[in-house]
């Protein structure tokens, strides 16, 4: 099983439509969540942190569900600059100290 | 104003001739990392060094090697590039690699390979 997984997507949406990434992750001991936004031959960059309770940034929130292992990104009113992958990302912590990425999920948003 | 700069932005290299890929940093971070993306897949660590200490992922081939002269420096070398080589190599920074605070990507080098 993979150390996390995504919806392979892609995802076609019109603008002002609300989408819904999920993620499922393999390690328990799994500490800190992500989720980054790549547009095409571009670098990660990070969209938001995930947080147990759930957070919200403005048409952006972020959920996790430890029990489950699995962590959602929802985004509102869709703009056409969402355009982009969506990568979850996760750090296990410990002395690793570094991220795994999902492989991603590619979002179209259509006028 | 940069904080972690990617040289050359894209990079065309002979199949088996020698090529680095050279990442430098701003931030004084401890940790820094070398990720290799090929086309529509996820990231995948190849090392990192925290300070001096290298860190090699179990499944990165021998033709990957990394240097860090000094904090600020850190080097990726493909001793004898093949074709499935060529993606994207991301380097990043972190402080201390624990806590979040400081994820930073550089732009990447493409790196084709012919």
């Not at chain 1, 996390?4 to 499922?24: H, I, K, R, Y």
Request: hydrophobic residues 30%.
């Amino acid at each position: 099983r993979k150390e996390v997984e995504q919806d392979p997507g892609p995802f076609n949406v019109p603008e002002g439509a609300t989408v819904a990434f999920n993620c499922t992750y393999s390690n328990s001991a799994s500490q800190s969540f992500f989720w980054y936004r790549q547009d095409c031959r571009k670098e990660p960059k990070l969209l938001m942190s995930v947080y147990s309770s759930g957070n919200e940034d403005g048409r952006f929130t972020a959920q996790l569900n430890r029990a489950s292992q699995y962590i959602s990104l929802l985004i509102r009113d869709s703009k056409l600059s969402d355009s982009a992958t969506y990568l979850c990302v996760v750090i296990s912590g410990g002395s690793n100290y570094k991220l795994t990425f999902g492989k991603g999920t590619l979002l179209t948003v259509n006028p | 104003d940069a904080m972690v700069i990617q040289n050359p932005r894209y990079q065309v290299t002979q199949f088996g001739k020698p090529v680095t890929l050279s990442c430098s940093q701003t931030l004084n971070h401890n940790v820094m990392y070398w990720y290799q993306q090929k086309s529509s897949q996820a990231p995948k660590l190849l090392f990192h060094y925290y300070d001096k200490d290298f860190n090699n992922e179990a499944d990165t081939p021998d033709n990957f090697q990394s240097r860090r002269p000094n904090t600020s420096f850190c080097f990726l070398d493909i001793r004898s590039p093949g074709l499935g080589d060529a993606a994207m190599y991301l380097c990043a920074t972190s402080r201390d690699g624990v806590t979040f605070g400081g994820y930073t990507f550089g732009s990447g080098t493409r790196l084709t390979v012919v």
